[in-house]
């Protein structure tokens, strides 16, 4: 018999790592995907954690590399008032920009044997043999306040380390050097329900408060205005797959906060995790709602302690009393920074 296919709802990092992953075991795969490629996303653009073993598992690290990746060995943290000098990060992160990284992946997949199709948004119901990786859920509100990201390539940033995460209470923005000699500047921010929608202000949210180390990094900057994004309806709560009714994964499972620098890893992580069960019920040796519980229970245990940590770490980062304290534990402790990085990747 041949194998059945597969059908893939959003070619983000979740949809096209999965994409490329089943194609090596030569099952058919369609990809529908709302957006087209090349396109500008939100996104720090800092792969970090255990997603970078996935892709070397995948032959998609010299893909990075051929693309333009660059390496980030050090990080250094920033509130209004308070600076730290940088610190190498316990391994190396990479750094692309999504312009460039899901480019490179459709094309992967194409080369591979895959369908995608581009500008189709999938409005039908999900069911057997359909994989939800369509990205965050809608959440409009979250105890009394939204989230939403912006964000912004430049150029001439003085940032002095690979890595610069700006802190502040409304938020927190980080400088990652990426490809191509450009700084990524990607913000996320709060606001309470009923506050003017500060987003339209994108220069003063992500260039911070005049004077601010952010507001000196950024003074000379050239700001690539078509690579301008923003999204909002995000949702900070850690979400289980085992209680979500279908088969997804990436965010669509749930989002990490992005102070972590771990959604896109969890994104090829998740996706790898997904490979073998589902090329099994393809190949007629597994029913579907075996294949959708064995991802569901794969992806549940390799992220619950991660995404706990990540939430207490985002919860104290965003607590205006605690950030400069923790500016200076990260400057001085190695126990905090390695444990900081370690147990939310
Ligand atoms: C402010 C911010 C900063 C971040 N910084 C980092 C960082 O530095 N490092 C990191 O690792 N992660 C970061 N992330 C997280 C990271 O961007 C996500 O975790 C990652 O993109 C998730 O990949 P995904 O494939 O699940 O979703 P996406 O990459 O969002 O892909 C989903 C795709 O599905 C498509 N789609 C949606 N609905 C439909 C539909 N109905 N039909 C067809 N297509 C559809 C969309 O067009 C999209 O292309 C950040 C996130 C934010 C918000």
């Given at each position: ?9 959003g070619g ?23 957006g ?12 970090s ?40 990060l316990?391994?190396p ?9 899901d480019?490179?992946?459709a ?41 939403f ?12 380390a ?28 709060r606001r ?17 408060q ?12 050239t ?19 085992e ?11 749930t ?5 972590t ?10 996706a ?15 029913s ?39 500016i ?18």
């Amino acid at each position: 018999m041949p194998p059945k296919p597969i059908t893939l709802v959003g070619g983000g990092l979740a949809g096209l790592t999965l994409g490329i992953g089943l194609r090596r075991h030569e099952i058919p795969v369609t990809i529908f995907e709302a957006g087209q490629y090349p396109r500008h996303r939100v996104c720090g653009e800092f792969v970090s954690g255990r997603g970078q073993e996935t892709l070397a598992r995948l032959g998609l690290r010299e893909m990075f590399e051929r693309t333009g990746a660059v390496s980030a060995s050090n990080a250094a943290f920033f509130s209004q008032t308070k600076s730290m000098p940088p610190r190498p990060l316990p391994s190396p992160a990479i750094c692309l920009s999504r312009f460039n990284l899901d480019h490179a992946l459709a094309r992967e997949f194409r080369r591979l044997g895959g369908e995608l199709v581009e500008n189709h948004r999938w409005q039908k119901e999900f069911g057997e043999g359909i994989v939800r990786t369509t990205g965050r859920r809608l959440q409009t509100e979250e105890h009394g306040s939204r989230w939403f990201g912006l964000k912004v390539h430049a150029r001439n940033v003085t940032s002095t380390a690979d890595l610069e995460m700006h802190v502040s209470p409304r938020g927190y923005v980080g400088l990652c050097r990426v490809n191509g000699g450009v700084v990524n500047v990607c913000g996320l921010f709060r606001r309470r329900t009923g506050e003017e929608d500060a987003s339209l202000h994108w220069h003063k949210l992500l260039c911070g408060q005049p004077g601010s180390p952010l507001d000196q990094r950024l003074a000379n900057a050239t700001y690539d205005e078509d690579s301008f994004c923003a999204v909002a309806g995000l949702s900070m709560e850690p979400q289980r797959a085992e209680t979500r009714g279908e088969c997804c994964l990436g965010d669509a499972i749930t989002m990490i906060p992005p102070v972590t620098g771990n959604g896109m890893s969890m994104a090829f992580e998740s996706a790898e995790l997904a490979v073998e069960p589902l090329a099994a019920w393809s190949r007629g040796e597994s029913s579907w709602p075996d294949a959708q519980q064995q991802i569901a229970h794969r992806c549940d245990t390799a992220f619950a302690r991660r995404l706990a940590w990540a939430k207490w770490l985002q919860r104290a980062i965003l607590a205006p009393a605690l950030q400069n304290s923790l500016i200076t534990l990260a400057a001085h402790s190695e126990w905090f920074w390695r444990t900081a990085f370690e147990r939310t990747r």
